[in-house]
């Protein structure tokens, strides 16, 4: 079992509003570049994201239910099948979103005992609490040339360190993708 986090990011960090539906002054910032950028698997999730379980919070699953489940590209439709844990203590009602249920009780004790990959998409309150708990395995990073300046960053003043291994970059459209995973512990 993995931990996988894919994130649009900007060149210097910024990973909050990528697509403009928290209607932050910069947001929309990824989609500016056109849908070559951001559309399909852009994240080379392929057969993981089949066996594998997708973690959301509240606001990223609320978002991501109102648009996929209406999409029928071949994309979408493992996104549709793919099992979904939601991290939320308020939201009660799935069903918007097929294959999708509330965690029930702590986060990190659900990743910690979940045997198939996991991967977390945007949800930045749910990746800081594992990056944490030092539980992230690998950063899928899709960064786009773009400066904010400010906004919420994957990597936040005082995290823990870690140390990254680059398994592979390669231009995305206008953004590059870029996988990092953890280093094998000296021994």
Known sequence: MSVIV???????G?????DGSDSTPAGGWAFRHGPETVAG??????????AGVLLLGRRTWQLFSRLWPKRDDPFSARMNAVPK????????NTSAWANS????????DAVT??????????SLSV?????????IDEYRLLTFPTVLGTGERLFP???????????????????????????????
Do not use: N, W
């Open 6 to 12: 894919i994130e649009f990011i900007t060149l210097d």
């Open 127 to 135: 990746v800081h609490t594992l990056m944490a708990k030092d539980l």
């Open 85 to 92: 844990l939601v991290a939320s203590h308020t939201l009660t």
């Open 14 to 18: 910024i990973v909050s509003d990528p």
């Open 41 to 50: 698997d852009k994240f080379q999730l392929g057969s993981t994201l089949d």
């Open 157 to 187: 003043a005082g995290a823990p360190p870690a140390l990254l291994q680059c398994r592979s970059a390669e231009r995305a459209g206008a953004a590059v993708l870029a996988r990092y995973a953890r280093t094998a512990p000296a021994g």
């Open 101 to 108: 249920r509330v965690i029930d009780g702590d986060l990190v």
């Open 113 to 122: 005992h979940e045997h198939r990959d996991v991967i977390i998409t945007g």
